[in-house]
């Protein structure tokens, strides 16, 4: 089983910066495919970003709502994932989930993840 656990949200500006931040216990990050999600209030959870399983062999997605302004990376060694946000705008603001999947398959869709952490706040104001 894998337990995940976000920080790093809070209250920023638009065109601030932000990182997060996904702690993985249980099982090591690095067997698994894992992704930011996001959902603001009134709507359905969307993909964000995801990332395979290892570094030297990594494969990252994006959605292109945030191409060029968000980074999701991991370091396997801290059993960590991050996701790097330049550039924001007042429509991230959301819950954002970090999520694994330990079939292999990087999904764009919710449905497929196993695993889900409880969600860090990202506000961007005006």
């Known amino acids: 089983q894998v337990q995940l656990v976000e920080s790093g949200g809070g209250l920023v500006q638009a065109g601030g910066s932000l990182r997060l931040s996904c702690s993985a216990s249980?099982?090591?990050?690095?067997?698994?495919?894992m992704a930011w999600f996001r959902q603001a209030p009134g709507n359905l959870r969307e993909f964000v970003a995801g990332?395979?399983?290892?570094?030297?062999?990594?494969?990252?997605k994006y959605a292109d709502s945030v191409k060029g302004r968000f980074t999701i990376s991991r370091d396997n060694a801290k059993n960590m994932l991050y996701l790097q946000m330049n550039s924001l705008k007042p429509e991230d603001t959301a819950v954002f989930y970090c999520?694994?999947?330990?079939?292999?398959?990087?999904?764009?869709?919710?449905?497929?993840?196993?695993?889900w952490g409880q969600g860090t706040q990202v506000t961007v104001s005006s």
């Open positions: 249980g099982r090591t990050a690095s067997t698994l495919t």
């Open positions: 990332i395979s399983t290892s570094w030297s062999s990594g494969y990252t």
């Open positions: 999520a694994a999947d330990a079939s292999g398959v990087m999904s764009t869709s919710p449905a497929p993840y196993d695993y």
